[in-house]
C-alpha cells in the first residue's frame, strides 16, 4: 500500500474562485446610492469645477433637494441664507427635463441672497 500524496486537482479551486469572482462582481454592481436620479444636459462646451461646491439638485418633477433633504423653495432659501461664506460656489444640477423657471427661480433666490457664484452642471456631448 502506497501512501504518497499524489497530484493535487486544481479544477474544484479554480471554479470556487470563479463562483466569488462572479459573486463580488455582481453584489457590486448593484450598489445604489440613495438619493433624486438626475439626467444632466448635454452639452458641447463645458468648464470642469474643480473646487467643493453646494449643490441644489431639481429633478424631472421639479422637486428641490439640497443636503439630500427634499425642500420647498421657502426652505431651500432658509437653508442657503444660513451659509457663513456667500462667496462659495453654488451648483444646480438639474434634470434635462425640469422647467427653465423653476431653475430660474433657484437662479434668482440665490442672487437674492447674495451668492453670485452660481453653474449649472451639464455633461459633455461626446
Known amino acids: 500500500m502506497e501512501y504518497g500524496l499524489g497530484p493535487i486537482d486544481i479544477v474544484p479551486w479554480v471554479d470556487v474562485v470563479f463562483q466569488l469572482l462572479i459573486f ?65 460656489l453654488l451648483l444646480i444640477k438639474a434634470d434635462r427635463r425640469s422647467s427653465v423657471g423653476r431653475i430660474v427661480e433657484v437662479w434668482n433666490l440665490c442672487r437674492e441672497l447674495g451668492i453670485e457664484r452660481i453653474n449649472i452642471a451639464t455633461n459633455e456631448e461626446q
Open 24 to 88: 463580488f462582481m455582481l453584489t457590486s454592481a448593484f450598489a445604489v446610492q440613495a438619493g433624486i436620479n438626475v439626467k444632466l444636459p448635454r452639452t458641447i462646451t463645458s468648464d470642469i469645477i474643480k473646487e467643493e461646491s453646494i449643490v441644489v439638485i431639481i429633478s424631472g418633477e421639479d422637486v428641490l433637494s439640497f443636503n439630500n433633504q427634499i425642500l420647498t423653495s421657502q426652505e431651500l432659501r432658509r437653508e442657503l441664507a444660513k451659509l457663513t461664506s456667500k462667496n462659495r
